[in-house]
Structure formats: structure tokens, C-alpha cells
């Protein structure tokens, strides 16, 4: 007896649920959980897949000491998700308040995420976590190059403490 098409769309719809308001508690262990081991995830910053993508996931929690999270589910399929999400928090790095504005594609298999796309405008958010610098050079592929790389340490960093 097969789960009825539904039926698996409010399961899909609870795993959102359960991924998005354990971020909003800052619970990047049960975020990290979510996930297929072969889990593969992207976002303007990062590309990872597997363990990394909680390692990010704990890192982000961890680190966010002003970190608020609002969401709202779009759409819950029998295989996929797509949510609206925004992060309010200050960039350590320049000490700058950042308020970004995030669509989630989430593909779902067997009760886990097998691929997470995060899409939000890059040269928005340099604006705001970088400032004058960010605005005027947050499009190139420099700014974002330094910006992926000081991210990949950070999170290789912390894959190494924790």
C-alpha cells in the first residue's frame, strides 16, 4: 500500500519545516541530519556536497550570534521544495548588518535533501556585508572569488576544530 501523492507532499512540507525553523533555533546539527550523504549543495559562495553541507550548515549557527531566520514554504512536492528565506545578521568580517534575501530549491529523496540550491544576489549582499567596496565592485569576479576563498578556509577551519 503506497503513500498516497498528499501524503508525501506534507511530509515533504514537514521536512522543510523541520530544516527552516532548526535554523531559525540555530540547531545546525538537526539542519545537518536532513541531508543525503551524497548530498550535494550550492549557493553563490559555496559548492559542497556531503558532510560539508552540515559542517556549513553548524559553522553558520555557530557563528551567527545575531542571526535571525524568517521563511516561508512556496511549494512542496513529491519530490521537491522551493522556499523563501531571509538572513538578518551582522558580517563579522566588516562588522555590517546584512539582510538577504534567499529562494531555496530543495530536491527531496527517501525523507532527505539530495540537492539544495540557494539563489540570492550576489552584488546585493557585497553591498551590504562589504560596504562602499561591495557596492561598486560586489558584481566582479574578483570580489566574489576572495569571498568564496575566505569562506572555503573558514569552513575548512572549522571542519578541523570541531
Same mark, same amino acid.
Given at each position: 500500500?503506497?503513500? *498516497?501523492?498528499?501524503? $508525501?507532499?506534507?511530509? =515533504?512540507? #514537514?521536512? @522543510?519545516?523541520?530544516? %527552516? +525553523? ?32 552540515? *559542517?556549513?550548515?553548524? $559553522?553558520?549557527?555557530? =557563528?551567527? #550570534?545575531? @542571526?535571525?531566520?524568517? %521563511? +516561508? ?90
Amino acid at each position: 500500500m503506497g503513500t *498516497s501523492p498528499e501524503a $508525501m507532499d506534507e511530509a =515533504n512540507k #514537514k521536512i @522543510l519545516e523541520t530544516f %527552516y +525553523s532548526a535554523f531559525q533555533r540555530k540547531e545546525g546539527e538537526t539542519m545537518a541530519q536532513l541531508y543525503s550523504p551524497s548530498a550535494q549543495f550550492e549557493d553563490e559562495v559555496f559548492k559542497l556536497e556531503g558532510s560539508k553541507i552540515g *559542517s556549513m550548515w553548524k $559553522m553558520l549557527c555557530k =557563528n551567527g #550570534k545575531d @542571526l535571525k531566520i524568517s %521563511y +516561508s514554504i512556496l511549494a512542496a512536492t513529491r519530490n521537491s521544495g522551493r522556499v523563501e528565506w531571509t538572513a538578518e545578521y551582522t558580517f563579522s568580517a566588516t562588522d555590517r548588518k546584512v539582510i538577504n534575501s534567499i529562494t531555496a530549491h530543495l530536491e527531496l529523496q527517501d525523507g532527505l535533501i539530495v540537492k539544495h540550491r540557494d539563489h540570492f544576489s550576489f552584488w546585493k549582499w557585497a553591498s551590504q556585508a562589504l560596504g562602499p567596496m561591495g557596492f561598486f565592485l560586489g558584481w566582479t569576479s574578483v570580489v566574489k572569488g576572495k569571498v568564496k576563498a575566505m569562506a572555503a578556509q573558514n569552513l575548512e577551519k572549522f571542519i578541523n576544530q570541531s
